[in-house]
Nanobody
């Protein structure tokens, strides 16, 4: 059974940093494209960053996060990370880990339960 478990969320002051982790199990992690999404109250869930299965390619949603957030993965540990620096109140949201893989032409998508990130002075 596929399972994604996020950790590392919490309360941080503006300008601070947090490092999120997502531990994956139940599938071949190295074959999955991993992403981080976030959802703020009253907002739709939005993509934050994507990393390819081998970790060689990364994509960031917009300029607001590109220079501050870094997505990475360690396939040996079945873990994807999101390093968040220079956090702003607007970054407050529930952050979700997401996995995507394609098997026999069918896409499979999995979500973690999310971890709360609150940026407030």
């Amino acid at each position: 059974q596929v399972q994604l478990v996020e950790s590392g969320g919490g309360l941080v002051q503006p300008g601070g940093s947090l490092a999120l982790s997502c531990a994956a199990s139940g599938f071949t992690f190295s074959s999955g494209v991993m992403s981080w999404y976030r959802q703020a109250p009253g907002k739709e869930r939005e993509l934050v960053a994507v990393i390819s299965s081998a970790g060689g390619s990364t994509t960031y949603a917009d300029s607001a996060v590109k220079g501050r957030f870094t997505i990475s993965r360690d396939n040996a540990k079945n873990t994807v990370y999101l390093q968040m620096n220079s956090l702003e109140p607007e970054d407050t949201a529930v952050y979700y880990c997401h996995a995507e893989r394609r098997l026999w032409g069918i896409e499979y998508r999995y979500w973690g339960q999310g971890t709360q990130v609150t940026v407030s002075s």
